[in-house]
């Protein structure tokens, strides 16, 4: 089994990921996360907040609706312009993206092993629905395809009611959904995922700048949730590849283990939001600043980055093997600060489950712990290895004496011995330390 196939299966087994509506085949494109997945995406969205917006007094948040006022995707240009191109082989009748061919992909209904392909059509991604009781073009509304518009959107009022001005962001965290051609790579590309996403808006002037620190804050956040610094590169779009509102556009590209992928895209889009949708909707978008009395449509800078992408990037980078003991294990070298279970609080011994179960109902008023008495204590150990519960702390029959527990510590696999009342202080130090 390779790496990929290794952690799907896991992913599976250990409940973070499964198909979605798998009792009845599954459907591509369509995943759950189950109870450790739920977790992590948590902890994982928490972080992004925590940096984007809570530490920062320039930033504020938003939370809008999924589907909005069909018009808004006939501005942004996705009604227009939001497709990918589409083949068909005539012979195995398999559908492509045209520009993701795996050249390694044999046609099994030719003798050849080549696909007979048709020329490129251009497929449009947005999933649509229906609003009302009317069946019609009348009632057609969208799924977003990207969380951004609605900032743009609501950029006044929030403005307005915020008493903010340039330069100041908005925050969204959401779901979106692309009728992606090829769903693949497990949760890599999905057709419903979830986005964390920013739109910087500063006078024209400082815009370039503005994108370089956030270039800089958005690659050192990557580093502090665990990704490795050698599986993360810049890549930067040449002028034929800019999109056809953005005036500078580099990738953050993660190594995953089927190759280099875009992780996260930072955007420079000039005005060409606010201006399209003060255009079609007829209202005003630009700011007057009251000292200089300058009017001007503000500039965006745009960070965004999926969460189910980068939730594959962790478990793919964090997932290793080794020996310990001269006993193979399974661990998940997730940081602290991502990890779904922070500890888990093991008896030695079953009958001693009483005092560990007030320990650990303690310690459940401020981090996500497991209890878990069943089979060996090594046993144990690798369990929450293969789920990357960072700590273990241990009772045992000199606890009910000293009041010490034993601490585990997953990567090292070291332990120390520390005092009860110490241990939500040692966690909390641990896991808020990132
Ligand atoms: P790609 O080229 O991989 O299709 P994109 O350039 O269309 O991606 P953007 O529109 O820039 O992607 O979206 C921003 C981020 O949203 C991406 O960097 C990625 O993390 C995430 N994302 C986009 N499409 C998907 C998808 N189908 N499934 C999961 N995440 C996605």
Not at 267 to 287: M, T, V, W
Not at 311 to 332: F, G, I, P, T
Not at 386 to 415: A, H, L, M, W
Request: charged content about 30%; hydrophobic content about 35%.
């Amino acid at each position: 089994m390779d790496t990929m196939e290794k952690l799907v299966a896991l992913c599976l087994n250990r409940g973070f990921v499964y198909p979605s509506s798998d009792i009845y085949g599954g459907l591509a494109g369509f995943w759950d996360y189950g109870p450790l997945g739920t977790e992590m995406r948590s902890n994982l969205k928490a972080a992004w907040w925590q940096r984007v917006v809570r530490e920062r007094d320039d930033v504020v948040g938003l939370d809008s609706s999924i589907i909005a006022n069909p018009e808004a995707w006939v501005a942004s240009g996705h009604v227009e312009n939001f497709h990918d191109p589409m083949v068909d082989c005539r012979k195995c009748k398999h559908r492509f993206r045209a520009d993701q061919i795996d050249p390694n992909d044999r046609c099994q209904a030719s003798e050849d092993g080549q696909h007979d392909l048709t020329e490129p059509r251009q497929f449009n991604l947005m999933l649509s629905t229906s609003i009302g009781a009317s069946e019609g073009s009348s009632s057609r509304a969208y799924l977003r395809p990207e969380t951004c518009q609605s900032i743009f959107l609501d950029f006044k009022r929030v403005m307005q009611s915020g008493r903010l001005k340039p330069p100041f962001g908005i925050a969204q965290i959401g779901k979106a959904f692309r009728n992606e051609i090829t769903p693949r790579n497990f949760i890599f590309r999905s057709r419903e995922f979830e986005q964390m996403e920013l739109e910087f808006f500063t006078p024209p002037a400082e815009a370039v700048d503005w994108f370089e620190r956030w270039r800089e804050d958005r690659m050192q956040w990557h580093l502090d949730i665990g990704l490795p610094k050698e599986k993360l590169r810049w890549q930067e779009h040449g002028p034929d590849e800019l999109a056809h509102y953005a005036k500078l556009a580099y990738d953050v590209d993660f190594e995953f283990p089927f190759g280099w992928h875009e992780l996260e895209g930072i955007h420079y889009r000039g005005d060409y939001d606010l201006a399209q949708h003060a255009e079609h909707s007829g209202k005003d978008q630009s700011y007057t600043d009251p000292d200089t009395k300058e009017r001007y449509v503000p500039h965006v800078v745009e960070t965004s980055i999926g969460v189910d992408r980068c939730m594959l990037a962790l478990l793919a980078s964090a997932y290793s093997e080794d020996e310990v003991a001269n006993e193979k294990r399974v661990v998940l070298r997730l940081s602290p600060r991502i990890a779904p279970v922070k500890a888990g609080v093991l008896p030695l011994s079953k009958k001693l489950s009483e005092p560990v179960q007030r320990l650990a109902m303690e310690l459940r008023k401020r981090f996500n712990v497991a209890f878990d008495a069943t089979g060996s204590i090594g046993k144990r150990y690798r369990r929450h290895d293969e789920i990357g519960t960072p700590y273990c702390v241990t009772y045992d029959f000199d606890s009910e004496n000293d009041q010490k527990v034993t601490i585990r510590e997953r990567d090292t696999t070291d332990q120390e011995r520390i005092a009860q009342s110490q241990v939500a202080a040692y966690l909390s130090d641990k896991i808020l330390g990132y």
